[in-house]
């Protein structure tokens, strides 16, 4: 069984976390969270039943800026030993649109392709 890790970024709206962490919540899975520590009142334990849920040191984050990149090499290190067959990086506002069974056989006939695109279309940019 080749395992995925989730690699999440929260800083509000608990309720859609733990939403989002119900969908993902498989044994086919591990799950790395970092919540902004400028999230008050923000709860740090989540309930699941199958995945493994690692709670990542949190960092103050102003999206947008150098710091977010320093949460995701943060949750990329955490998660880097683990040899996962895929990784997922997702804000804590994420829903998959697909179920897990859906998602795993969707890589399973994928294997070792990266999914990752980028445009030059952007206004005003060139390349």
């Known amino acids: 069984m080749q395992k995925h890790a989730y690699l999440i970024i929260a800083n509000r709206n608990p309720g859609q976390l733990q939403t989002l962490?119900?969908?993902l919540d498989d044994s086919r899975n591990d799950i790395y969270l970092l919540v902004d520590r400028k999230s008050v009142g923000y709860p740090r334990d989540f309930q699941l039943n199958y995945a493994t849920?690692?709670?990542v040191s949190p960092l103050v984050i102003d999206w947008g800026s150098y710091s977010q990149i320093?949460?995701?090499m943060r949750l990329f290190?955490?998660?880097?030993?683990?040899?996962?067959?895929?990784?997922?990086?997702?804000s804590g506002?994420?829903?998959?649109?697909?179920?897990?069974d859906e998602i795993?056989?969707?890589?399973?006939?994928?294997p070792g392709k990266e999914f990752i695109t980028y445009s030059s279309q952007a206004s005003g940019v060139q390349f």
């Not at 683990?82 to 997702?90: I, Q, S």
């Not at 506002?93 to 897990?100: G, I, S, V, W």
């Open 21 to 23: 962490l119900t969908l």
């Open 53 to 55: 849920l690692f709670s």
């Open 104 to 110: 795993h056989a969707f890589f399973s006939a994928h």
């Open 77 to 90: 290190q955490a998660a880097a030993p683990g040899k996962y067959a895929y990784y997922h990086l997702l």
């Open 93 to 100: 506002l994420d829903l998959p649109l697909a179920n897990q």
């Open 70 to 72: 320093e949460a995701e």
